[in-house]
């Protein structure tokens, strides 16, 4: 009887533990170019309490969406065991706004998912510096145009 409660116990925990977790989410971040209404990488100026949001600056909107997916899609990147890591405000992030109205904001090691009126944590850590070369580019892009 012991041991039924050990391994129920054990069993219990192991469950809560990847519930918490990554583990059972999503693998891989993919964007999926065909579902994607606009990409915009911001700023977040001022989080807005009970709305779950940020205020936020736009730095840079991207005309090509399909080169800058492929770019994101591209880019090394790894699950998150943990707990999720938060946004902050001063971030400069990718914002995807989708056709259906869901949106991804993104940054290196954390990410936030707005799906079906639903908000969570992303458990993604992108490769740091390509992640903020793809930024700087497409920054350095809209400078160019504003000239």
């Not at 977040?44 to 770019?71: C, N």
């Not at 591209?74 to 065991?81: A, D, K, L």
Request: charged share 20%.
């Amino acid at each position: 009887m012991k041991n039924k409660l050990l391994v129920c116990v054990l069993c219990a925990s192991i469950v809560l533990f990847c519930c918490s977790c990554g583990f059972f989410g999503p693998q891989k971040y993919i964007c999926e170019v065909d579902n994607v209404k606009q990409i915009q990488i911001i700023q977040l100026d001022r989080y807005v309490e009970g709305e779950y949001r940020y205020e936020y600056t736009v730095l840079a909107q991207i005309t090509d969406v399909q080169a800058f997916v492929e770019q994101l899609n591209s880019i090394e990147h790894s699950v998150n065991w943990g707990e999720p890591s938060v946004l902050y405000t001063g971030y400069i992030i990718i914002r995807v706004e989708y056709l259906n109205g869901d949106v991804d904001e993104l940054y290196s090691n954390a990410q936030c998912f707005s799906r079906d009126g639903t908000t969570n944590g992303g458990f993604f850590f992108f490769n740091k510096e390509q992640f903020d070369s793809l930024i700087d580019t497409y920054l350095e892009i809209e400078a160019n145009s504003q000239r």
